[in-house]
């Protein structure tokens, strides 16, 4: 994986920030006061370093073509200034990566993908995408991702860039403005549950991008407090919720992921089987915890006094927004919420089953 030294890297030391690593890079946690940060998003616009994600050109004589055989989503059917999110899965229906995906007027596309999961989807591309028909080269040595998100960050990007993004984009629906002689490709996102923009922009524009996102509101917010927020919202993150294991429909990614009209694609046999004629074990819920400690992923759940395995955690931690613990996990299909089950062995804390995202309040 070629990757380069974080660009932004000096001032973000300069603002204070904690580093640790996040899907295999050393980024920023935090500020020195993720408690301010999160309220941020929650109420104005939080400027984030997405050195976690990881963009990739698909360029050549049929892209498009290409990339359509291998996602479950439909980029070749999407209307202009619209991007699509989709699973690439194995012929057994397990997930490669999930990615976004942008087309470019002059047909070339622009994947953005978890660096986690870069290895196996470059592996992926460069077996079943002919040469011939299209080339594809990650450019994190060229294009970096800013994130923009909360109530107020349509208003900092339109500042910044000095062009008014639209109201109405929807999701994956996408812009692109100058910026000081460069384009920078801003795509909306609901990540977080809020507002949001990520912003593709060439390395040699970056900190003057980011220091104008500062001079438009923004302030800076650690990869730590996106966390909190993502999975309040009830999103699942490449690493935790979705693996080289899971069936995308395991994590409930039909509606956003998944197109019922395109042709075919890798893996659609397995996807259109469950659909029809089949189901899933596993789903992945919201799990509120009460006062007990964020338990590490891989924890167990079980019926009250049982002792066979019905769940298990994937991400958890202490949710502003609910007041006590709360994490996603997958709970067995049998398990209907709302539902109790039992944290760690079955007798251990009482942890409340919800379909997602958990109703706030509970």
Not at 111 to 118: F, G, K, T, Y
């Amino acid at each position: 994986m070629k990757r380069t030294e974080l660009p932004l890297r000096g001032i973000h030391e300069e603002l204070g920030a904690r580093f640790g690593e996040v899907s295999g890079q050393m980024l920023p946690r935090n500020y020195g006061d993720p408690a301010a940060e999160y309220e941020v998003v929650r109420h104005g616009a939080g400027i984030a370093d997405r050195g976690d994600r990881v963009p990739v050109r698909v360029y050549g004589r049929d892209p498009v073509k290409m990339v359509q055989g291998l996602i479950t989503n439909d980029i070749e059917g999407a209307p202009e200034g619209q991007g699509v999110y989709a699973a690439v899965l194995t012929a057994k229906g397990r997930m490669v990566a999930d990615v976004r995906i942008f087309r470019w007027p002059e047909g070339e596309l622009l994947m953005d993908v978890d660096a986690a999961a870069l290895d196996g989807l470059l592996e992926h591309l460069r077996k079943f995408v002919p040469p011939l028909f299209a080339r594809f080269e990650e450019m994190s040595d060229r294009l970096h991702v800013l994130g923009v998100y909360g109530p107020e960050a349509r208003d900092v990007v339109s500042r910044a860039l000095g062009a008014e993004i639209p109201a109405d984009l929807a999701e994956e629906g996408f812009v692109v403005h100058g910026f000081e002689g460069g384009d920078v490709l801003v795509a909306q996102t609901e990540a977080v549950g809020e507002d949001g923009y990520d912003l593709f922009a060439p390395i040699d524009r970056l900190e003057a991008l980011w220091r104008a996102l500062g001079e438009a509101g923004g302030r800076p917010v650690g990869l730590a407090t996106l966390d909190v927020l993502r999975i309040e919202a009830g999103r699942p993150r490449w690493g935790a919720e979705l693996t080289e294991k899971t069936i995308p429909l395991e994590a409930g990614l039909r509606e956003r992921a998944i197109s019922t009209t395109k042709g075919c694609y890798t893996g659609q046999e397995v996807i259109v089987r469950i659909l029809h004629r089949g189901h899933v074990n596993w789903h992945l819920r919201g799990i509120a915890l009460g006062d007990a400690p964020a338990p590490p992923p891989e924890t167990s759940l079980f019926r009250p006094g049982e002792t066979k395995v019905v769940g298990r955690i994937t991400s958890s931690c202490t949710s502003p927004l609910h007041g006590q613990t709360i994490a996603l996990g997958y709970v067995r299909r049998e398990i209907d919420p709302p539902a109790t089950l039992r944290l760690g062995d079955g007798d251990g804390p009482e942890a409340e089953i919800f379909e997602l995202p958990i109703p706030i309040g509970e």
